[in-house]
């Protein structure tokens, strides 16, 4: 038991790294290029304000005193685009690590059904212990 729970307390401190990392791709790497590609947008400076007040970036409400009620869908599309990204990053590494475990080797017949009473018998027997058949 102690080694599984050092394989998952390893797993999980991995997993956090890894986190970081990628949210560092999407944010620092991916989304200026695409922002850039889908009209010089930034996402993470998308929003809708609730209090009809206009602002011209996503750090004025937040510097506003009081701050205005906002609907920040462009943080919700980077952190989307972060959650795709990772995802499909896990399924690329488990579907290696299945490829390269080794599938347990097929295991040889040591008994057959018995054509009268369908129970298993070995398969040297010349006749069913369950129901005294002949065998050929």
Do not use: W
């Amino acid at each position: 038991m102690r080694g599984n729970v050092m394989d998952l307390a390893v797993g999980v401190i991995i997993g956090a790294a890894f986190g970081k990392i990628v949210t560092s791709l999407v944010e620092d790497v991916l989304m200026p290029p695409i922002g850039q590609l889908v009209g010089k947008v930034d996402f993470s400076g998308l929003f809708i304000s609730l209090s009809g007040r206009h602002f011209d970036s996503i750090v004025a409400p937040k510097a506003a005193t009081p701050p205005g009620a906002t609907l920040n869908y462009g943080i919700f599309i980077n952190n989307v685009i972060n959650f795709l990204i990772v995802a499909f990053v896990v399924f690329l590494i488990v579907q290696q690590m299945n490829r390269l475990t080794r599938k347990p080797a097929p295991v040889a017949a040591t008994t057959k059904d018995c054509p009268q009473c369908a129970m298993p018998i070995r398969l040297a027997a010349k006749r069913c212990g369950h129901c005294t058949a002949q065998l050929a």
